[in-house]
Protein backbone atom coordinates (compact mmCIF):
# COMPACT_ATOMS: atom_id res chain seq x y z
CA UNK A 1 0.00 0.00 0.00
CA UNK A 2 3.11 2.36 1.06
CA UNK A 3 4.72 1.58 -2.32
CA UNK A 4 1.24 2.42 -4.24
CA UNK A 5 0.54 5.63 -2.64
CA UNK A 6 4.47 6.74 -3.56
CA UNK A 7 3.80 6.16 -7.01
CA UNK A 8 0.30 7.08 -7.46
CA UNK A 9 2.14 10.84 -6.08
CA UNK A 10 5.10 10.56 -8.38
CA UNK A 11 2.92 9.64 -11.45
CA UNK A 12 0.87 12.64 -10.58
CA UNK A 13 3.68 14.83 -9.95
CA UNK A 14 5.17 13.59 -13.75
CA UNK A 15 2.07 13.91 -15.37
CA UNK A 16 1.93 10.69 -17.28
CA UNK A 17 4.38 12.00 -19.50
CA UNK A 18 3.54 9.61 -21.67
CA UNK A 19 -13.33 -26.15 -19.31
CA UNK A 20 -10.31 -28.23 -20.93
CA UNK A 21 -10.76 -31.32 -23.47
CA UNK A 22 -7.56 -33.58 -23.89
CA UNK A 23 -8.45 -33.13 -27.91
CA UNK A 24 -8.36 -29.50 -29.52
CA UNK A 25 -11.33 -28.01 -30.96
CA UNK A 26 -10.84 -25.47 -33.74
CA UNK A 27 -12.87 -22.57 -33.88
CA UNK A 28 -13.17 -21.71 -37.64
CA UNK A 29 -14.58 -18.81 -39.71
CA UNK A 30 -17.85 -19.35 -41.52
CA UNK A 31 -15.96 -18.23 -44.96
CA UNK A 32 -12.33 -17.79 -45.77
CA UNK A 33 -12.48 -13.60 -45.61
CA UNK A 34 -9.47 -11.62 -44.73
CA UNK A 35 -9.93 -10.40 -40.74
CA UNK A 36 -8.99 -6.58 -40.51
CA UNK A 37 -9.86 -3.94 -38.38
CA UNK A 38 -11.61 -1.22 -39.52
CA UNK A 39 -10.76 1.91 -37.41
CA UNK A 40 -13.18 4.13 -35.62
CA UNK A 41 -13.38 8.33 -36.52
CA UNK A 42 -12.48 8.96 -33.19
CA UNK A 43 -9.55 10.48 -32.01
CA UNK A 44 -7.38 10.13 -28.79
CA UNK A 45 -7.53 13.52 -26.47
CA UNK A 46 -4.52 15.71 -27.42
CA UNK A 47 -2.60 14.73 -24.14
CA UNK A 48 -1.12 11.75 -25.18
CA UNK A 49 2.41 10.37 -26.25
CA UNK A 50 0.76 8.45 -29.15
CA UNK A 51 1.56 4.87 -28.02
CA UNK A 52 5.67 5.28 -27.90
CA UNK A 53 7.54 4.99 -25.53
CA UNK A 54 11.05 6.68 -24.14
CA UNK A 55 13.61 3.83 -24.71
CA UNK A 56 13.06 0.86 -22.29
CA UNK A 57 15.42 -0.05 -19.32
CA UNK A 58 19.12 -1.34 -20.24
CA UNK A 59 18.33 -0.74 -24.25
CA UNK A 60 19.52 2.04 -26.51
CA UNK A 61 17.23 4.91 -26.16
CA UNK A 62 17.63 6.14 -29.76
CA UNK A 63 16.46 2.86 -30.88
CA UNK A 64 13.69 1.84 -32.72
CA UNK A 65 10.32 1.91 -30.46
CA UNK A 66 8.69 -0.53 -31.58
CA UNK A 67 11.98 -2.83 -31.08
CA UNK A 68 11.47 -1.97 -27.59
CA UNK A 69 7.55 -1.57 -26.41
CA UNK A 70 4.68 -0.76 -27.91
CA UNK A 71 1.11 -0.68 -27.50
CA UNK A 72 -1.48 -3.01 -28.68
CA UNK A 73 -3.68 -0.15 -30.45
CA UNK A 74 -5.10 1.38 -33.82
CA UNK A 75 -2.42 4.27 -34.59
CA UNK A 76 -4.86 6.93 -33.73
CA UNK A 77 -3.92 5.68 -29.95
CA UNK A 78 -7.72 4.61 -29.11
CA UNK A 79 -9.28 2.06 -28.88
CA UNK A 80 -13.48 1.46 -28.13
CA UNK A 81 -14.98 -0.97 -26.08
CA UNK A 82 -18.68 -1.96 -25.54
CA UNK A 83 -18.15 -4.14 -22.20
CA UNK A 84 -18.23 -2.00 -18.96
CA UNK A 85 -14.59 -2.91 -18.82
CA UNK A 86 -12.17 -4.21 -20.92
CA UNK A 87 -11.09 -8.05 -20.71
CA UNK A 88 -7.73 -6.76 -21.61
CA UNK A 89 -5.15 -4.50 -22.76
CA UNK A 90 -1.95 -5.40 -24.52
CA UNK A 91 1.68 -3.95 -24.34
CA UNK A 92 4.80 -5.42 -26.22
CA UNK A 93 7.58 -5.42 -24.40
CA UNK A 94 11.06 -6.89 -25.03
CA UNK A 95 12.95 -8.08 -22.87
CA UNK A 96 15.30 -5.25 -20.38
CA UNK A 97 17.20 -4.88 -17.43
CA UNK A 98 13.71 -4.15 -15.28
CA UNK A 99 11.53 -6.32 -13.32
CA UNK A 100 8.73 -4.69 -12.54
CA UNK A 101 5.94 -2.22 -14.15
CA UNK A 102 3.81 0.17 -12.93
CA UNK A 103 0.48 0.00 -14.77
CA UNK A 104 -2.13 2.73 -14.13
CA UNK A 105 -5.61 4.15 -15.54
CA UNK A 106 -7.07 7.47 -14.89
CA UNK A 107 -10.04 9.10 -16.78
CA UNK A 108 -9.65 12.90 -18.43
CA UNK A 109 -9.79 14.90 -15.48
CA UNK A 110 -6.61 12.96 -14.04
CA UNK A 111 -8.73 10.81 -11.53
CA UNK A 112 -7.21 7.45 -10.66
CA UNK A 113 -9.35 4.38 -11.84
CA UNK A 114 -6.63 1.56 -11.09
CA UNK A 115 -3.84 0.80 -10.20
CA UNK A 116 -1.39 -2.37 -9.96
CA UNK A 117 2.23 -3.32 -10.17
CA UNK A 118 3.32 -5.95 -13.31
CA UNK A 119 5.90 -8.11 -12.98
CA UNK A 120 7.95 -7.67 -16.12
CA UNK A 121 8.35 -11.57 -18.80
CA UNK A 122 12.26 -12.14 -18.90
CA UNK A 123 11.34 -12.80 -22.68
CA UNK A 124 9.83 -10.49 -25.31
CA UNK A 125 6.11 -11.07 -26.31
CA UNK A 126 2.77 -9.51 -25.89
CA UNK A 127 1.64 -8.51 -22.05
CA UNK A 128 -1.51 -9.27 -21.13
CA UNK A 129 -2.98 -6.93 -18.94
CA UNK A 130 -6.23 -7.85 -17.14
CA UNK A 131 -8.83 -5.38 -15.36
CA UNK A 132 -10.45 -7.15 -12.11
CA UNK A 133 -14.34 -7.43 -12.42
CA UNK A 134 -14.63 -5.45 -8.96
CA UNK A 135 -13.64 -2.44 -10.73
CA UNK A 136 -16.75 -0.27 -11.61
CA UNK A 137 -18.22 0.50 -14.69
CA UNK A 138 -16.65 2.35 -17.24
CA UNK A 139 -18.74 5.45 -17.86
CA UNK A 140 -20.62 5.81 -21.72
CA UNK A 141 -18.65 8.04 -23.98
CA UNK A 142 -15.81 9.00 -21.84
CA UNK A 143 -12.41 8.81 -22.48
CA UNK A 144 -10.05 6.62 -20.22
CA UNK A 145 -6.02 6.95 -20.67
CA UNK A 146 -3.93 3.61 -19.25
CA UNK A 147 0.00 3.91 -19.00
CA UNK A 148 2.78 1.45 -18.41
CA UNK A 149 5.90 2.84 -16.54
CA UNK A 150 8.75 1.01 -16.27
CA UNK A 151 11.00 0.46 -12.86
CA UNK A 152 14.09 0.87 -14.37
CA UNK A 153 16.13 1.16 -10.27
CA UNK A 154 14.70 0.48 -7.16
CA UNK A 155 11.47 3.01 -7.32
CA UNK A 156 9.88 5.04 -10.26
CA UNK A 157 11.22 8.17 -11.62
CA UNK A 158 10.88 10.96 -14.25
CA UNK A 159 12.79 9.23 -16.57
CA UNK A 160 11.31 5.87 -16.03
CA UNK A 161 10.38 4.69 -19.63
CA UNK A 162 6.50 4.86 -20.41
CA UNK A 163 3.89 3.95 -22.58
CA UNK A 164 0.34 5.24 -22.82
CA UNK A 165 -3.10 4.50 -25.11
CA UNK A 166 -7.08 5.14 -24.47
CA UNK A 167 -10.17 3.52 -24.22
CA UNK A 168 -13.33 5.06 -24.81
CA UNK A 169 -16.66 3.18 -24.05
CA UNK A 170 -19.50 2.82 -26.19
CA UNK A 171 -23.16 1.92 -26.66
CA UNK A 172 -22.97 -1.20 -28.76
CA UNK A 173 -25.44 -3.20 -30.73
CA UNK A 174 -27.15 -5.36 -27.76
CA UNK A 175 -27.20 -8.36 -29.80
CA UNK A 176 -23.16 -7.81 -30.62
CA UNK A 177 -22.96 -7.69 -27.16
CA UNK A 178 -24.28 -10.33 -25.83
CA UNK A 179 -22.12 -12.65 -28.10
CA UNK A 180 -18.97 -11.42 -26.80
CA UNK A 181 -20.51 -13.30 -23.55
CA UNK A 182 -20.66 -16.29 -25.19
CA UNK A 183 -18.39 -18.49 -27.03
CA UNK A 184 -15.52 -16.85 -28.96
CA UNK A 185 -15.33 -17.49 -32.72
CA UNK A 186 -13.57 -15.86 -35.44
CA UNK A 187 -16.91 -15.08 -37.28
CA UNK A 188 -17.69 -12.61 -34.25
CA UNK A 189 -14.06 -11.38 -33.87
CA UNK A 190 -14.37 -10.47 -37.69
CA UNK A 191 -17.71 -8.57 -36.85
CA UNK A 192 -16.34 -6.70 -34.03
CA UNK A 193 -13.27 -5.74 -36.29
CA UNK A 194 -15.95 -4.46 -39.01
CA UNK A 195 -17.56 -2.60 -35.90
CA UNK A 196 -14.47 -0.78 -34.85
CA UNK A 197 -14.64 -2.42 -31.35
CA UNK A 198 -10.97 -2.97 -30.87
CA UNK A 199 -10.60 -3.96 -27.39
CA UNK A 200 -13.30 -6.86 -27.79
CA UNK A 201 -11.27 -7.77 -31.41
CA UNK A 202 -7.73 -8.02 -29.25
CA UNK A 203 -9.08 -9.92 -26.64
CA UNK A 204 -11.06 -12.47 -28.25
CA UNK A 205 -8.42 -13.39 -30.70
CA UNK A 206 -6.11 -13.42 -27.68
CA UNK A 207 -8.64 -16.20 -25.73
CA UNK A 208 -9.03 -18.10 -28.82
CA UNK A 209 -5.03 -18.18 -30.11
CA UNK A 210 -4.60 -18.86 -25.88
CA UNK A 211 -6.93 -21.64 -26.16
CA UNK A 212 -6.12 -22.70 -30.23
CA UNK A 213 -2.12 -22.18 -30.15
CA UNK A 214 -1.87 -24.66 -33.25
CA UNK A 215 -4.72 -23.33 -35.29
CA UNK A 216 -3.60 -21.50 -38.51
CA UNK A 217 -6.90 -20.08 -39.49
CA UNK A 218 -6.31 -17.92 -35.43
CA UNK A 219 -2.83 -17.13 -35.85
CA UNK A 220 -3.44 -15.83 -39.51
CA UNK A 221 -6.32 -13.32 -37.93
CA UNK A 222 -4.40 -12.77 -35.06
CA UNK A 223 -1.81 -11.35 -37.84
CA UNK A 224 -3.65 -9.86 -40.13
CA UNK A 225 -5.56 -7.81 -37.63
CA UNK A 226 -2.18 -6.26 -35.64
CA UNK A 227 -1.05 -6.09 -39.30
CA UNK A 228 -4.82 -3.46 -40.60
CA UNK A 229 -3.58 -1.44 -37.80
CA UNK A 230 0.42 -1.19 -38.31
CA UNK A 231 1.48 -3.40 -36.00
CA UNK A 232 3.03 -5.75 -38.68
CA UNK A 233 6.45 -6.20 -36.86
CA UNK A 234 5.07 -7.56 -33.66
CA UNK A 235 2.10 -10.02 -35.43
CA UNK A 236 3.85 -13.20 -34.64
CA UNK A 237 5.20 -12.04 -31.22
CA UNK A 238 3.64 -14.51 -28.25
CA UNK A 239 1.15 -13.18 -25.99
CA UNK A 240 2.06 -13.64 -22.06
CA UNK A 241 0.64 -13.02 -19.34
CA UNK A 242 1.85 -11.23 -16.11
CA UNK A 243 1.69 -11.15 -12.62
CA UNK A 244 -0.44 -8.19 -11.26
CA UNK A 245 0.62 -7.34 -7.86
Same mark, same amino acid.
Request: net charge negative; proline share 6%; glycine share 6%.
Given at each position: ? #? !???? $????? %???????? *??? &????????????????????????????????????????????????????????????????????????????????????? #? !???? $????? %???????? *??? &?????????????????????????????????????????????????????????????????????????????????????????????????????????????????????
Amino acid at each position: M #E !KKSK $YRYLL %LGIGFLLS *VST &IPIWVTPSTAQKVTFKPSDISAPTQTSGGASRGICGADKTGSVIDNMKAVIPSNNIGLTMAERPQGIYVYIEPNTAKEAVFSMVD #E !KGNE $YYMTT %LNLPDKAG *VME &IKLPDSLPALQMNKNYKWSVLMICGEELDADSPAIDGWIRRVEGDRNLINQTNQVASLDLVSELANNSVWYETVSLLAKLKQEQPSNPAVNTAWQQVLTSVGLEPIANAPIIEVQQQ
